[in-house]
């Protein structure tokens, strides 16, 4: 059973970084029937796609954040990463990671529980 | 980006009574090539990441209570829990993955009367 489980720093300081893992069980994120997400979602609010890898390490990201996210793979470890530079407390959120089935349809199957990040001074 | 609106924001409902939301996309997401709708159902608890209930409009993802149903074409989409159980007590969101990006609507809450 494919499992995923985000991890990373609960804090991040405005202007910094935000930098979290999905470490991906049960299954390769080199299969090519899965894509691999992340979503974020602030407090009492609706779910925004922040991007996604291919298993060729291609990438999409959504226009909004594109200029400050970085989405990439570690193959050895089976897991994806997600870089989100200059902060600020609109980034907010429970960030989750989820798996995108590429050959049956395209809807998020399978999501990580998700972790806070808060952007605070 | 492809906007998805809800109504309504919120459903109070008897339990074994029917619950009815609806989503509507601000452009078509039906893939004449396939015939096929890109729009998926999701149930949030409290808590909780969401959870897969329907994909292509009308597919109930595996071990998903056949009381889900959803339904629809184009632009416009029902999901319908047939009669409410206390576990379905939740907020429910439409996604449409016709076009990147992917995109939600701002979610239904659905509670007990």
């Known amino acids: 059973q494919v499992q995923l489980q985000e991890s990373g720093p609960g804090l991040v300081k405005p202007s910094q970084t935000l930098s979290l893992t999905c470490t991906v069980s049960?299954?390769?994120?080199?299969?090519?029937?899965?894509?691999w997400s992340w979503i974020r979602q602030p407090a009492g609010k609706g779910l925004e796609w922040i991007g996604r890898m291919y298993t060729n390490g291609n990438t999409n990201y959504n226009p909004s954040l594109k200029s400050r996210v970085t989405i990439s793979g570690d193959t050895s470890k089976n897991q994806f990463s997600l870089k989100l530079s200059s902060v600020t407390a609109a980034d907010t959120a429970v960030y989750y990671c989820a798996r995108e089935m590429a050959t049956i349809s395209y809807a998020f199957d399978i999501w990580g529980q998700g972790t806070m990040v808060t952007a605070s001074s | 980006d492809i906007v998805m609106t809800q109504s309504p924001d919120s459903l109070t409902v008897s339990l074994g009574e029917r619950a009815t939301i609806n989503c509507k996309s601000n452009?078509?997401?039906?893939?004449?090539?396939?015939?096929?709708?890109?729009l998926a159902w999701y149930q949030q608890n409290p808590g909780q990441p969401p959870k897969l209930l329907i994909y292509w409009a009308s597919t109930r993802e595996s071990g998903v209570p056949d009381r889900f149903s959803g339904s629809g074409s184009g632009t416009d989409f029902t999901l319908t829990i047939s009669s409410l159980q206390a576990e379905d007590v939740a907020v429910y969101y439409c996604q449409q993955y016709y076009s990147t990006p992917p995109t939600f609507g701002q979610g239904t809450k659905v509670e007990i009367k």
């Open positions: 049960g299954g390769s994120i080199s299969s090519g029937t899965y894509y």
């Open positions: 452009q078509s997401v039906l893939y004449s090539s396939n015939n096929k709708n890109y």
